[in-house]
């Protein structure tokens, strides 16, 4: 499967934004979908993954209560939405597949398949 992330831009603090990861490929019902992020100066971090159904989820505890994850197997696509954005959040945004499993995982070495990456840029 071939991932491409799309959807960062600049926005203030407060605002939001929606990340799109769509897949080219076959089976993408098939893989798990995680989101991570690279910020300037540190190592990438797990943001949230979603189940080949949806119906299951894992985030990053501090950012269940401002980011969203949902997909659309018929239109091969991942959302993340993110709300209440801070600076903090400033970082590459990537969404990464795997599809060897069933459980949904946060750990960066289980996705084989990764995204370009889009920034996301948070202003004071």
């Known amino acids: 499967v071939q991932l491409r992330a799309f959807g960062g831009g600049l926005v203030h603090a407060g605002g939001f934004l929606s990340l799109s990861c769509a897949a080219s490929?076959?089976?993408?019902?098939?893989?798990?979908i995680g989101w991570y992020r690279k910020a300037p100066g540190k190592v990438r971090e797990f943001v949230v993954a979603?189940?080949?159904?949806?119906?299951?989820?894992v985030y990053a505890d501090s950012l269940q209560d401002r980011f969203t994850i949902s997909r659309d197997n018929a239109k091969n696509t991942v959302y993340l939405q993110m709300n209440s954005l801070k600076p903090e959040d400033t970082a590459v945004y990537y969404c990464?597949?795997?599809?060897?499993?069933?459980?949904?995982?946060?750990?960066?070495?289980?996705?084989?398949?990764w995204g370009q990456g889009t920034q996301v840029t948070v202003s004071s």
């Open positions: 990464a597949a795997y599809d060897y499993s069933d459980y949904v995982s946060r750990t960066e070495g289980r996705y084989d398949h």
């Open positions: 490929g076959r089976s993408f019902s098939s893989y798990i």
């Open positions: 979603i189940s080949q159904s949806g119906n299951s989820t």
